[in-house]
């Protein structure tokens, strides 16, 4: 199991979200952990040590001052013997004691005196998180070398309520936590890399707006397995609604000349995979607002412009990176195509793959691709996604080391 020997020391902090920590326990100790808990006073209020105890098989440590837990320097003890200390959900309050260096419970106290890796899954209103205090505090736990998983966009519990600010989920926040602890071989550590994935999305009007059909899978499974081997990975994401890869600093635009400045302020790289199907055109002039259909009317013409080529544009540019990959979905003559989009875009593989419907793989969970080269064409059949990314990055390590 992925975790196997591992000892998470869990503090749930006081918010709605502590109730899914109860999950969080769960899907931990299916890896294998040991998961340790220790609650604040906010957190009882939301879920019981009763339950959270029951779930974790341990003692649920709640007090700093407790006699029976503090007898042996208990917080010393807590701090120091486990290989992780997660936090989920991490209030804006307890954030805001982390980068202050506040100890006046327990969860805070453990926190300033361990001197092991610290996952904080932050959970709050989406004004908190976006209030100059948070995100002081959030720069300065990240240059502490604290690392973040989430919030996630969607709704609040507040009736009315929506933005950045709800808890990942468990199983993103259990994958985050085996990234972490991850002592597998790391082929790419030190070098960094670009990854786009996704559509975008090329607004006519307020309401509408030019995409394809690509969910982002293949993308943002691309960016974790490069992660996975060492890599520093910056995603940059068209819409989708999968959630952030663990381990990856994720960069979230809509249009296409939003991706290829995200990409160019990305350079240098030692690697870049384009992934993403971007929208070849965009309209040249898009209505601030909604076009309304009148009786009668012919349906307005749409003036088509074309979108900037990034793949090409970085194929081609003085700080290209040292790999340089492209995607190319195609839906006929894939191979041909391919070769062709090799020589014209300054790649040094393309992946190509046949998207026509009956095959199901642009949404979907599997894919067939050929990855070609000026070596030639190797060809991939029926593969998951993720076991696409993880051959892929493999490849992209044997060819940087």
């Given at each position: 199991?992925?975790?196997?020997?591992?000892?998470?020391?869990?503090?749930?902090?006081?918010?709605?979200?502590?109730?899914?920590?109860?999950?969080?326990?769960?899907?931990?100790?299916?890896?294998?952990?040991?998961?340790?808990?220790?609650?604040?006073?906010?957190?009882?209020?939301?879920?019981?040590?009763?339950?959270?105890?029951?779930?974790s098989?341990?003692?649920?440590?709640?007090?700093?001052?407790?006699?029976?837990?503090?007898q042996?320097?208990?917080?010393?003890?807590?701090?120091?013997?486990?290989?992780?200390?997660?936090?989920?959900?991490?209030?804006?309050?307890?954030?805001?004691?982390?980068?202050?260096?506040?100890?006046?419970d327990l969860?805070?106290?453990?926190?300033?005196?361990?001197?092991?890796?610290?996952?904080v899954?932050?959970?709050?209103?989406?004004?908190?998180w976006?209030?100059?205090?948070?995100?002081?505090?959030?720069?300065?736990?990240?240059?502490?070398?604290?690392?973040?998983?989430?919030?996630?966009?969607?709704?609040?519990?507040?009736?009315?309520?929506?933005?950045?600010?709800?808890?990942?989920?468990?199983?993103?926040?259990?994958?985050?936590?085996?990234?972490?602890?991850?002592?597998?071989?790391?082929?790419?550590?030190?070098?960094?890399?670009?990854?786009?994935?996704?559509?975008?999305?090329?607004?006519?009007?307020?309401?509408?707006?030019?995409?394809?059909?690509?969910?982002?899978?293949?993308?943002?499974?691309?960016?974790?397995?490069?992660?996975?081997?060492?890599?520093e990975?910056?995603?940059?994401?068209?819409?989708?609604?999968?959630?952030?890869?663990?381990?990856?600093?994720?960069?979230?635009?809509?249009?296409?000349?939003?991706?290829?400045d995200?990409?160019?302020?990305k350079?240098?790289?030692?690697?870049?995979?384009?992934?993403?199907?971007?929208?070849?055109?965009?309209?040249?002039?898009?209505?601030?607002?909604?076009?309304?259909k009148?009786?009668?009317?012919?349906?307005?013409?749409?003036?088509?412009?074309?979108?900037?080529?990034?793949?090409?544009?970085?194929g081609?540019?003085?700080?290209r990176?040292?790999?340089?990959?492209?995607?190319?979905?195609?839906?006929?003559?894939?191979?041909?195509?391919?070769?062709?989009?090799?020589?014209?875009?300054?790649?040094?593989?393309?992946?190509?793959?046949?998207?026509?419907?009956?095959?199901?793989?642009?949404g979907?969970?599997?894919?067939?691709?050929?990855?070609?080269?000026?070596?030639?064409?190797?060809?991939w059949?029926?593969?998951?996604?993720?076991?696409?990314?993880?051959r892929l990055?493999?490849l992209?390590?044997?060819?940087?080391?």
């Open positions: 199991m992925a975790l196997s020997n591992k000892h998470i020391l869990l503090i749930i902090s006081g918010g709605i979200a502590a109730y899914k920590s109860l999950d969080l326990i769960r899907r931990l100790k299916e890896r294998g952990a040991k998961v340790t808990p220790v609650m604040t006073r906010g957190a009882q209020e939301f879920v019981t040590p009763l339950a959270v105890g029951a779930l098989a341990t003692h649920v440590f709640t007090e700093l001052f407790s006699r029976q837990d503090e042996d320097v208990g917080h010393i003890r807590l701090a120091r013997d486990c290989d992780l200390v997660l936090v989920a959900p991490a209030t804006a309050d307890l954030l805001a004691k982390m980068a202050n260096g506040m100890a006046d969860a805070s106290t453990v926190l300033l005196a361990t001197d092991r890796p610290v996952l899954a932050p959970a709050m209103n989406p004004k908190m976006e209030a100059k205090a948070t995100k002081r505090n959030i720069a300065t736990l990240k240059s502490d070398g604290i690392a973040f998983i989430g919030p996630m966009a969607g709704e609040m519990a507040e009736k009315g309520e929506a933005g950045v600010g709800r808890m990942a989920e468990a199983l993103q926040i259990a994958e985050a936590v085996e990234h972490l602890l991850d002592d597998a071989p790391k082929p790419l550590k030190g070098k960094t890399a670009i990854v786009t994935s996704g559509p975008t999305h090329e607004p006519i009007d307020p309401v509408r707006y030019i995409a394809n059909r690509s969910s982002g899978q293949q993308g943002h499974a691309i960016a974790a397995a490069l992660a996975k081997l060492g890599a990975v910056t995603l940059v994401s068209g819409p989708v609604t999968i959630p952030d890869p663990a381990g990856v600093t994720t960069i979230h635009v809509e249009r296409a000349e939003e991706m290829r995200a990409v160019l302020g350079l240098p790289s030692d690697i870049a995979v384009f992934v993403a199907a971007v929208a070849d055109w965009r309209v040249a002039s898009s209505s601030e607002q909604k076009i309304k009148q009786p009668g009317d012919a349906p307005p013409a749409l003036q088509l412009t074309e979108n900037p080529d990034i793949l090409k544009t970085v081609h540019h003085e700080k990176p040292r790999l340089v990959i492209g995607f190319a979905a195609e839906t006929q003559n894939v191979e041909d195509n391919g070769r062709a989009k090799l020589q014209r875009k300054g790649a040094d593989m393309i992946v190509a793959n046949d998207v026509s419907p009956e095959t199901g793989i642009m979907g969970a599997r894919n067939q691709v050929k990855i070609i080269s000026a070596s030639g064409v190797d060809a059949l029926d593969l998951s996604k993720t076991e696409v990314a993880e990055a493999a992209i390590a044997e060819r940087l080391t």
